[in-house]
């Protein structure tokens, strides 16, 4: 339990900390940087750890057929669009609002498993303690989002160009609906490893532990993501004729920077799918908790460590940092509780209830 809820953390702060480098790469536009980031980050990199960690790799992927790995491939591609809806509703409706929406959407999505694969404990120690915990995430993401939207709107003024968004041709709701589907959306991946997958069967059949199941099945799903990534920013690079830059100077040291991140992005896909192993299939409920509010955690006290939030906007994050630790505590005594067996019957029912609904996990 302690080594799954730590990689459950690991994984929040990787995606926390991984678009860091942003920061100082000046010499290459977004589009350059996510195009190798997409390469690297989500087709070789994927494609390397599975090759690594999935015994018979490619009889796995034979075996599973066209027809399951093109879903899957498909998964991807629309879960890496998420990105996308996302940054488009930031000049609408703020950045602020717009990442407690899609936070707290993708929070929320987390109690699927729950309600679905663990029913039993809803009304017991371990599922009260998992919605409490998931509640508490969803309120500290909205603080942070608040705090968010009140340093934008001081930066706005001090700049004087409040009021110039930038339109996307959608209605005000539509755009709020937009930021929480692509939440929704980008909670695919945790969805698709706590149900049930004919990919870990196959895996397992060949040989593979549970960490290596979950890798068979995110190789295709991340190449597929890299699809629509690589996608986007090859418009981009068309539109803005910023593909001189990867040959321009500063090149090196930016392209560096993207590997980089690709690796630390990576780090955080796989300590997530060890953290889901490791805890059994009510992994798939509490990782998914923890790591979100790690993440909002990790990258709010990086931006304070910078000296990025000051006055009635640092007291909002504080809170919301605050209530942040609190979820995860919440979320760990949780999984505790699922672990010693708090259901009527104890461990033994625990153990028995699991073995019906794991991928054999």
């Known amino acids: 339990m302690i080594l799954g809820l730590c990689l459950a953390i690991c994984c929040g702060a990787s995606w926390g900390l991984f678009l860091a480098p ?17 390469i690297v980050g989500m087709f070789l990199g994927p494609l390397l750890v599975g090759v690594m960690t999935v015994p018979h790799f490619w009889e796995v992927n034979r075996a599973l057929g066209s027809g399951v790995l093109s879903l899957t491939l498909l998964l991807g591609a629309v879960a890496g669009m998420s990105g996308f809806l996302y940054s488009m509703t930031v000049p609408v409706i703020g950045l602020g609002l717009a990442t407690a929406l899609n936070g707290g959407s993708s929070m929320a999505m987390s109690l699927l498993p729950l309600f679905v694969l663990h029913s039993r404990t809803v009304l017991h120690t371990s ?5 409490i915990g998931v509640a508490l995430s969803v309120t500290g993401i909205a603080l942070c989002g608040q705090a968010g939207g009140l340093r934008e709107r001081e ?10 968004k930038r339109t996307t041709g959608l209605s005000y709701g539509r755009n709020v609906f937009a930021c929480c589907l692509a939440g929704i959306i980008s909670s695919a991946m945790n969805i698709a490893l706590a149900f049930p997958n004919p990919i870990f069967d196959v895996a397992h059949r ?69 953290s889901v192993s490791s805890m059994g299939s009510f992994g798939g409920v509490i990782a998914w908790g923890v790591s979100m509010a790690a993440m909002i955690l990790t990258s709010g006290m990086w931006d304070i460590s910078l000296g990025e939030w000051s006055r009635k906007p640092l007291k909002s994050m504080v809170l919301g940092i605050g209530v942040l630790m609190t979820a995860i505590v919440a979320l760990s005594f949780a999984e505790y509780f699922h672990q010693i067996g708090d259901l009527p019957g104890g461990r033994a029912c625990v153990r028995a209830h699991d073995s019906k609904l794991k991928w054999r996990l």
């Open 127 to 131: 599922g009260v303690l998992t919605i």
């Open 206 to 274: 060949f040989g593979s532990s549970d960490f290596g199941a979950a890798n068979a099945f995110m190789a295709p799903y991340l190449i597929g993501g890299s699809f629509s990534n690589m996608a986007y920013s090859a418009y981009l690079l068309r539109k803005k004729r910023s593909f001189s830059r990867f040959f321009g100077r500063g090149a090196i040291p930016c392209a560096l920077w993207s590997v980089f991140m690709s690796v630390v992005f990576l780090f955080g896909i796989y300590a997530y799918t060890g």
């Open 22 to 38: 942003l920061r100082i790469m000046k010499a290459w536009e977004w589009e350059n940087t996510w195009a190798v980031w997409s």
């Open 155 to 164: 930066r706005s003024a001090a700049s004087g160009d409040a009021g110039t």
